[in-house]
């Protein structure tokens, strides 16, 4: 039998410019966010029994070292890197530590404190993980640097080519998040952008006329999430703030991410599909349940794909929605109402802790400004290429 799985308690830090905050160095952006999460929960560190903490850019054991500033008790850490999805891969972990029975409490934090402009390889003396996508993607679309916007820049040409979809759709989803961020207050970037200042930004990836603005900015950051047992919940009385996990799957590559030999399942849209039928299966809903999501727009491009493989359209129908209106307010779904990557910012290790942190505030009715009306089931979604794609649906627990 397995248990039930809730959050408890959430909390992040405004997402900042890299070295925008002087001397805010990751011990600080973990014991803020540790710290809200806990308060939020109405707990005490110490009934924390283990914790899983996310960061790609820092040393072995810095895990430990941040999350030390919220206590010294000696419970299980383990540190966890899995590129942009690693928040969301702790929280699964933890979700998974009481699911099976094994804590009653446990915690998933993440941070990063990112170096300012296109994201490099940490170590030049040994093999690229991403170097097998890489040279896949080579043998269909011309390469160009940086190569995270030409990976992703060149499946939205490629659905261009197939489906007509235009490079104003993409500037369209950039508008969009940056609209929704003005009302949040974590966000990186808080200003509205017209469709014409986004497309006339500084061009990153020209075959997609992709420019500055329709890319996540490098950001420095924390969130953290406290996840509990029901019997847990009942026993301090948590069940009318806390959100149950209903549905989670975390998916890696497939063979067809090669074998298909297109460029949407080399940035990973077959993961994300995979993942998000296991979550509709074990929660028991299907798109047209859902009310609001988070979802990975590291890239313009990615977030229409994400549509398709989220199933909220058929294959190579992303564009549509966004001429119906349907992914903002008063549409069918509020996606990223956050602002999402693109304008709330980016640090790897703290997306997926962020996206839960919006979607429990949303369910609980305390997003302010940005409360979608009536979100009753809400959905995230995390990708990192390498790679790993993490579903994760909550609905509050009084359902």
Same mark, same amino acid.
């Given at each position: 039998m397995t248990e039930r799985v809730?959050?408890?308690?959430?909390?992040?830090?405004?997402?900042?410019?890299?070295?925008?905050?002087?001397g805010w160095d990751y011990p600080a952006m973990a014991?803020?966010?540790?710290?809200?999460?806990?308060?939020?929960?109405?707990?005490?560190?110490?009934?924390?029994?283990?914790?899983?903490?996310?960061?790609?850019?820092?040393?072995?054991?810095?895990?430990?070292?941040?999350i030390y500033e919220l206590g010294l008790t000696g419970i299980p850490? =383990?540190? *966890?890197?899995?590129?942009?999805?690693? %928040? $969301? /891969?702790?929280?699964?972990? &933890?979700?998974? +530590?009481?699911?099976?029975?094994?804590?009653d409490c446990a915690m998933a934090l993440g941070f990063e404190k990112m170096q300012s402009g296109s994201l490099e390889a940490g170590y030049t003396d040994r093999e690229q993980p991403l170097i097998r996508h890489i040279e896949?993607?080579?043998?269909?679309?011309?390469?160009?640097?940086?190569?995270?916007?030409?990976?992703?820049?060149? =499946?939205? *040409?490629?659905?261009?080519?197939?489906? %007509? $979809? /235009?490079?104003?759709?993409? &500037?369209?989803? +950039?508008?969009?998040?940056?609209?929704?961020?003005?009302?949040?207050?974590?966000?990186?970037?808080?200003?509205?952008?017209?469709?014409?200042?986004?497309?006339?930004?500084?061009?990153?990836?020209?075959?997609?006329?992709?420019?500055?603005?329709?890319?996540?900015?490098?950001?420095?950051?924390s969130g953290a999430a406290v996840l509990a047992?029901?019997?847990?919940?009942?026993?301090?009385?948590?069940?009318?703030?806390?959100?149950?996990?209903?549905?989670?799957?975390?998916?890696?590559?497939?063979?067809?991410?090669?074998?298909?030999?297109?460029?949407?399942?080399?940035?990973?849209?077959?993961?994300?599909?995979?993942?998000?039928?296991?979550?509709?299966?074990?929660?028991?809903?299907?798109?047209?349940?859902?009310?609001?999501i988070e979802l990975h727009d590291c890239f313009a491009p990615n977030e229409l794909l994400t549509y398709e493989a989220l199933g909220l359209c058929g294959e190579g129908e992303g564009h549509t929605l966004i001429d119906a209106g349907e992914t903002t307010y008063g549409g069918r779904w509020v996606v990223n109402p956050s602002g999402g990557l693109i304008s709330k910012g980016h640090p790897l290790g703290a997306t997926g802790l962020a996206q839960c942190a919006e979607l429990t505030w949303q369910l609980r009715g305390d997003a302010d400004a940005r409360q979608v009306d009536g979100a009753r089931i809400a959905l995230a979604h995390n990708i990192g290429l390498g790679g790993a794609a993490v579903v994760t649906a909550y609905r509050p627990a009084d359902r």
């Open positions: 809730f959050v408890i308690g959430v909390g992040m830090t405004k997402f900042e410019k890299p070295g925008r905050r002087e014991a803020e966010s540790g710290i809200k999460a806990l308060d939020d929960a109405g707990i005490r560190y110490e009934q924390v029994q283990e914790a899983y903490v996310g960061y790609c850019y820092g040393d072995s054991t810095a895990g430990q070292r941040g850490v =383990a540190n *966890v890197n899995n590129n942009c999805s690693t %928040g $969301s /891969t702790a929280l699964y972990l &933890a979700a998974r +530590a009481i699911r099976g029975g094994l804590s896949a993607l080579a043998q269909l679309r011309e390469f160009a640097m940086p190569v995270a916007p030409w990976m992703f820049g060149a =499946a939205g *040409v490629e659905h261009m080519e197939n489906y %007509g $979809s /235009t490079p104003e759709h993409f &500037a369209k989803i +950039a508008e969009k998040n940056h609209r929704h961020s003005v009302n949040n207050p974590y966000a990186q970037f808080q200003s509205p952008y017209t469709l014409e200042e986004i497309q006339n930004a500084k061009m990153v990836y020209e075959p997609l006329q992709m420019t500055r603005l329709q890319c996540s900015p490098t950001s420095d950051g047992s029901e019997r847990f919940v009942e026993e301090h009385d948590l069940g009318d703030r806390a959100v149950e996990i209903v549905g989670q799957a975390m998916v890696t590559d497939l063979e067809s991410t090669f074998g298909t030999k297109t460029a949407r399942s080399l940035v990973g849209v077959d993961m994300s599909a995979a993942a998000a039928r296991k979550v509709y299966a074990q929660a028991g809903i299907g798109p047209a349940d859902i009310d609001v």
